[in-house]
């Protein structure tokens, strides 16, 4: 069943021990970094081979080239929109206990959420493939390309996670222990379509959470596990819904 009751939604989330956010690309589209699928979606103008393993050992000017492009560029420029501020504003209000995002932007931290699970990896460092060394990248001149160790010469690799890459263990942990706990999860901008993370708001489910997505569009998600479908772009829809639970706070 899933109708935009935002008083229903609040109610939800008000009378949750523990509420989680499950957050996807959609949520960092009105900060402008466009998402991966859809019209205008980044995997449809790269090709995604790009973040293969495989690739980026074989061809590491190339990948870098591209990695760099995508994921770096908007590094420092992009910053949070309402959608994120309101999650930091649930948590200041213990409306929210925990984000896991499949973002590596670092917008969650930006916006002031401290309790963020980063399923995917991110961008804040880089590391050798060689001797594991971490560079952060705040200070890195990407340049000569592709980036190297300064120690022992190896491969610098981004800190996020490539296809078929295993999980960051704590991350994995961290954010499936929450699933368990989660009497609410707001599903923030995700199409679902990507295993085992789309697996974390199922878990939810299963265990007996509620289920309330903001998606401007129906996702894998909506028709399975979806109880709640709060419908429109993420700022318009989280402001509202924060401004229902203000409402009904008083
Ligand atoms: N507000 C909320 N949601 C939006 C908005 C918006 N303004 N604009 C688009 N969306 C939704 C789209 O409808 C879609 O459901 O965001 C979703 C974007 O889907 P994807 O680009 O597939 O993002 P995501 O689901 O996070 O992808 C998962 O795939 O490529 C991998 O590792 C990458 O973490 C990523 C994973």
């Known amino acids: 069943m899933f109708t935009d009751r935002y008083d229903l939604a609040a109610e939800w989330i008000k009378g949750s021990d523990f509420t989680l956010a499950f957050t996807g690309a959609g949520i960092s589209v009105e900060s402008g970094i466009p998402p991966f699928r859809g019209a205008d979606g980044l995997w449809a103008k790269v090709d995604p081979t790009v973040l293969e393993l495989s690739y980026f050992y074989s061809h ?35 409306w929210l206990h925990a984000i896991v995002t499949q973002n590596i932007d670092n ?16 961008t804040r460092d880089l590391r050798c493939v060689d ?5 952060s990248t705040g200070e890195f001149e990407f340049d000569p390309m592709p980036p190297t160790c300064e120690f022992c010469t190896g491969l610098l690799k981004p800190d996020f996670i490539f296809f078929g890459e295993q999980i960051p263990p704590k991350a994995y942990e961290s954010s499936f222990d ?34 309330i997505e903001i998606n401007p569009e129906p996702s894998l998600f909506t028709d399975r596990i979806t109880d709640l479908f709060l419908q429109g772009p993420a700022t318009t829809v989280m402001n509202r819904l924060y401004a229902e639970l203000t409402e009904s706070n008083k």
């Open 178 to 211: 929450s699933a368990n706990r989660a009497q609410a999860v707001l599903v923030i901008g995700t199409t679902g379509e990507v295993m085992p993370a789309s697996m974390v708001p199922a878990n939810a489910k299963e265990n007996g959470a509620k289920i």
């Open 131 to 135: 001797c594991g060394r971490i560079v």
């Open 60 to 94: 590491p000017l190339e990948s870098w080239r591209v990695i760099k492009q995508l994921f770096y560029e908007f590094m420092g420029k992009a910053k949070p929109n309402d959608a994120h501020y309101r999650l930091a504003d649930m948590e200041n209000k213990q």
């Open 107 to 122: 917008l969650h931290q930006m916006a002031g959420n401290t309790r963020v699970y980063e399923f995917h990896g991110h």
